[in-house]
């Protein structure tokens, strides 16, 4: 296995954690009444949801 391997998983071990915690943010703020919380994987998604299904085509 490269050494580089070990390095990018971690990254990405990183991402989903972030992406996770976010997440768990935006559900207690949909518990509390609030539904303007919106959590996206990728700046394409959050770009589709902005300015529409065509946007980031």
Same mark, same amino acid.
């Given at each position: 296995?490269?050494?580089w391997?070990? %390095?990018?998983? @971690?990254?990405? &071990? =990183?991402? $989903?954690?972030? +992406?996770? &915690?976010?997440?768990? +943010?935006? %559900?207690?703020? #949909?518990?509390?009444? #609030? $539904?303007?919380?919106?959590?996206?994987?990728?700046?394409? #998604?959050? &770009? @589709?949801? =902005? &300015?529409?299904?065509?946007?980031?085509?």
């Amino acid at each position: 296995m490269p050494a580089w391997y070990t %390095i990018d998983k @971690q990254r990405r &071990l =990183v991402l $989903s954690a972030a +992406y996770g &915690l976010a997440r768990m +943010y935006g %559900i207690l703020r #949909e518990l509390s009444g #609030e $539904s303007g919380v919106h959590v996206f994987h990728t700046l394409d #998604e959050a &770009l @589709q949801w =902005v &300015l529409g299904d065509n946007a980031a085509s």
